[in-house]
Structure formats: structure tokens, C-alpha cells
T-cell receptor, first 113, second 109 residues
Framework: DSGVTQTPKHLITATGQRVTLRCSPR?????VYWYQQSLDQGLQFLIQ???????AKGNILERFSAQQFPDLHSELNLSSLELGDSALYFC????????????FGPGTRLTVL | AQRVTQPEKLLSVFKGAPVELKCNYS??????LFWYVQYSRQRLQLLLR??SRESIKGFTADLNKGETSFHLKKPFAQEEDSAMYYC???????????FGEGTQLTVNP
């Protein structure tokens, strides 16, 4: 599959824990975006990386952090998890990171109990 | 700050009927507008963007800067159009997408 991949598909954890979500962009894409989709807040932009560097930041909590590695895959780390962090987390990628089409992954569904 | 509003959470039409999904935005600069679609159990995918002025799967959308709208239209809905539709905006200075709340379209036989 040459599209955006995300692992794991589902994650169930307890409050206070820490998890890592992983995203591999499409082959050739340099930019990665993270979005959170929850029932009460809809689809919200969290953060963008381009070629390893942070490019833009949205409504990302301080308990959350992300990075993009030299092989261009990205990880989103969520710590001190709360019930309200339960959501679908999408990763998207694009080639230039400047207004070109974003291709979305299937998402990781996080459930915090 | 930019904002996108989709006033209808649910929209139901019969096959062959025209369909219009509404999208309004607020942004003081020149926006780029998009429609994304999410079919059941599939990932979000781009349907169309205003700068390309294309018609995809029979859908069109015109950017109306006076009314700050980007409504999605199709003259004859098909059952396979049933999906969740999201309107999204990005600004000239960046490419982050601001999404609307989404409209679930159901096309009945």
C-alpha cells in the first residue's frame, strides 16, 4: 500500500497513561499533518511537519507532542491521558506542505477508559 | 481566525433528485476551499477544490466571496453518493485545513 498508513488501528488505554500513534506518509510526500476528530469538537488540526521540521501548530495540548523522523514517518505522543482524549486521530501527508492536496490515512481510534 | 460552518448535520434525498450541501466560511483573507468525502469505512478523500474548478463524480462547487459560501451541488443524486461530506478551508499563508462539522448525506432508492 503506497498510501498513508497509520498504526495501530485501535487503542484502548486507561486515564493517566501514555500512548504513541504512528504514521507513514505516502511515498515521496515530505509533509505530515495530524488531526483529531471527536464528537464534540469535530475535525481539528493539531500539528504539521515538513521534512523533519515543525511547520505549523494548531490546537494541540501541551500533553501531546509529535515528531517527524529522518525517514519521514511521524509519531504523535499523547500523555497523561484523559477521558476527553478519546477520539479518532488522523494523519495526512502531502508533497510540499504548502496548499497541495492532503492524503489521509485510515485513522487510529483511541479509547481512554 | 477562520471558521467553516455546515448548517446541516443530516441531509436525505431520493435518487435522481438534486442535492445541495451548504458550506459557509469566515476568513478575512483569500481562502482556499475544499470538499472532502468519507464513504462508509473508508478514509477521507478530496472531492474537489475551488481553484481547480473541476466537476468530480458530477459534483460542482462555486466559491461565492460575497456570500462567503462554497456550496456543493449535484443535479441528480445517486445512491453511491451516500457519505459524510466535509467542507474545509486553508489560508494563503499555510496549508492546515479548518473543517466544518460535516454533513451526512443519505440518498434513498
Amino acid at each position: 500500500d503506497s498510501g498513508v498508513t497509520q498504526t495501530p488501528k485501535h487503542l484502548i488505554t486507561a486515564t493517566g497513561q501514555r500512548v504513541t500513534l504512528r504514521c507513514s506518509p505516502r511515498s515521496g510526500d515530505l509533509s505530515v499533518y495530524w488531526y483529531q476528530q471527536s464528537l464534540d469538537q469535530g475535525l481539528q488540526f493539531l500539528i504539521q511537519y515538513y521534512n523533519g521540521e515543525e511547520r505549523a501548530k494548531g490546537n494541540i495540548l501541551e500533553r501531546f507532542s509529535a515528531q517527524q523522523f529522518p525517514d519521514l514517518h511521524s509519531e504523535l505522543n499523547l500523555s497523561s491521558l484523559e477521558l476527553g482524549d478519546s477520539a479518532l486521530y488522523f494523519c495526512a501527508s502531502s508533497f510540499s506542505g504548502s496548499g497541495d492536496e492532503q492524503f489521509f490515512g485510515p485513522g487510529t481510534r483511541l479509547t481512554v477508559l | 481566525a477562520q471558521r467553516v460552518t455546515q448548517p446541516e448535520k443530516l441531509l436525505s434525498v431520493f435518487k435522481g433528485a438534486p442535492v445541495e450541501l451548504k458550506c459557509n466560511y469566515s476568513y478575512s483573507g483569500s481562502p482556499e476551499l475544499f470538499w472532502y468525502v468519507q464513504y462508509s469505512r473508508q478514509r477521507l478523500q478530496l472531492l474537489l477544490r475551488h481553484i481547480s474548478r473541476e466537476s468530480i463524480k458530477g459534483f460542482t462547487a462555486d466559491l461565492n466571496k460575497g456570500e462567503t459560501s462554497f456550496h456543493l451541488k449535484k443535479p441528480f443524486a445517486q445512491e453511491e453518493d451516500s457519505a459524510m461530506y466535509y467542507c474545509a478551508l486553508s489560508t494563503a499563508s499555510g496549508s492546515r485545513l479548518t473543517f466544518g462539522e460535516g454533513t451526512q448525506l443519505t440518498v434513498n432508492p
